[in-house]
């Protein structure tokens, strides 16, 4: 008798055993609930190096490219986008495909659909890095990059309206807490070394980096919403293809705008006589590039893997450390009221820190719940067939 229940309960046992890679998966995923919750949090943290270190340099190097003689606005949109071959390498490794089994994955969205994605998206980043590129020739990098903090606002608006995003009383703080931030600045401009800059053009920069933050904001917001109803692939080459191809169209509309413009015959004018020669000329403008690729990098995989709204505040904290930096490499003033502006977005951030650490500690609680009664399951199953 007890070889015949030792027999039916192997068999039992061998019956529920995981039979494809998604129930392998599942299985792992309870059994060892911390290994894909680290994994999560090294993949988050490496994005959020590659957003931060990317956007502080690339921010630096392009207001050292207008102080040291740079003044085309469309190079200076152009290279915010052109970097995209360095990604290619990484596009082929990472969209080589996988041989699988499972008939339950969604259907991939047709190929005129992705191309209007990309093209739209690509338009979309030319004239938002046009605005920047204004709003970077015509304020000190001090106030444009913490005037840059109403992105999150913007991005608060459209993931409430796109992305159905909950709000909770530490994020109200935080967008709050940030948008005071930036509009110190807006009430304080005579604060600015502004007395070479003429007030219509300071303005001009002001509105546009306004105009440049809510929509970037949208274009957030939008990718975030493409990921979830469109693209629907949770793999790294997704977030690859969001880039490159994006950024492939918006180098192409602005070698036309360059054309246009008419900026181009003086280029050659602009390298002979920039202030630190033709070579730094020339490698300031390649790491403007290849800078603004990697904060793209982390900005996006951080849509990806979080939401569009954190991405957002991530990039935020680079703002304190920008004016410091600018104060040390291009001597801005660093006056009371931009000291208090970056208390407030610190504050700001974080408040909604906390909230994501609340968060993730009430879902591991679940998953540690959900685990226990997996477990208690199946030790009363295994008792009644013993019965």
């Given at each position: 008798m007890e070889v015949a229940q030792e027999v039916e309960l192997q068999s039992n046992v061998?019956?529920?055993?995981?039979?494809?890679?998604?129930?392998?998966?599942?299985?792992n995923q309870l059994q060892f609930p911390g290994l894909k919750h680290y994994k999560?949090?090294?993949?988050?943290?490496?994005?959020?190096?590659?957003?931060?270190?990317?956007?502080?340099?690339?921010?630096?190097?392009?207001?050292?490219?207008?102080?040291?003689?740079?003044?085309?606005?469309?190079?200076a949109t152009f290279v915010q986008s052109a970097g995209f071959p360095i990604l290619i390498p990484l596009l082929y490794f990472f969209s080589q495909p996988t041989p699988s089994i499972n008939t339950s994955l969604p259907k991939p969205p047709s190929i005129s659909t992705i191309a209007f994605l990309y093209l739209f998206f690509g338009l979309l980043l030319t004239g938002d890095n046009m605005m920047y590129s204004y709003g970077l020739l015509y304020l000190p990098v001090s106030t444009y990059s913490l005037l840059c903090a109403t992105q999150l606002a913007f991005n608060a608006l459209f993931s409430f309206l796109l992305n159905s995003q909950k709000f909770t009383a530490l994020i109200l703080n935080s967008l709050v807490l940030l948008t005071i931030s930036a509009s110190l600045l807006a009430v304080h401009a005579d604060s600015d070394d502004t007395e070479n800059i003429h007030k219509g053009k300071y303005v001009i920069g002001f509105l546009c980096t306004l105009g440049a933050s809510a929509t970037y904001s949208l274009y957030l917001s939008l990718v975030q919403l493409s990921f979830q109803k469109v693209i629907k692939r949770e793999t790294f080459g997704a977030v690859l293809d969001m880039q490159i191809y994006p950024s492939f169209v918006a180098t192409c509309a602005c070698v036309v705008g360059l054309l246009a413009s008419g900026e181009w015959k003086v280029l050659t004018r602009e390298m002979k006589e920039y202030q630190e020669g033709r070579v730094s000329y020339v490698m300031t403008l390649v790491w403007i590039a290849v800078t603004w690729q990697i904060s793209s990098i982390g900005l996006l995989g951080l849509i990806f893997e979080v939401s569009s709204l954190f991405s957002n505040v991530i990039s935020t904290l680079a703002l304190p450390a920008v004016p410091i930096l600018a104060v040390i490499f291009?001597?801005?003033?660093?006056?009371?009221?931009?000291?208090?502006?970056?208390?407030?977005?610190?504050?700001?951030?974080?408040?909604?820190?906390?909230?994501?650490y609340l968060d993730d500690a009430k879902s591991n609680a679940t998953i540690t719940n959900a685990n226990a009664n997996a477990n208690a399951n199946e030790i009363s199953g295994s008792q009644v067939e013993l019965c």
């Open positions: 061998e019956d529920r055993k995981p039979n494809s890679q998604n129930d392998i998966a599942a299985t999560w949090w090294l993949r988050v943290a490496l994005y959020i190096l590659f957003l931060l270190a990317g956007q502080s340099a690339a921010t630096l190097l392009g207001r050292l490219y207008y102080v040291k003689g740079g003044n085309s606005k469309w190079m291009f001597h801005d003033k660093m006056d009371g009221v931009k000291v208090m502006s970056m208390l407030l977005a610190i504050w700001g951030f974080l408040s909604y820190i906390y909230q994501h």
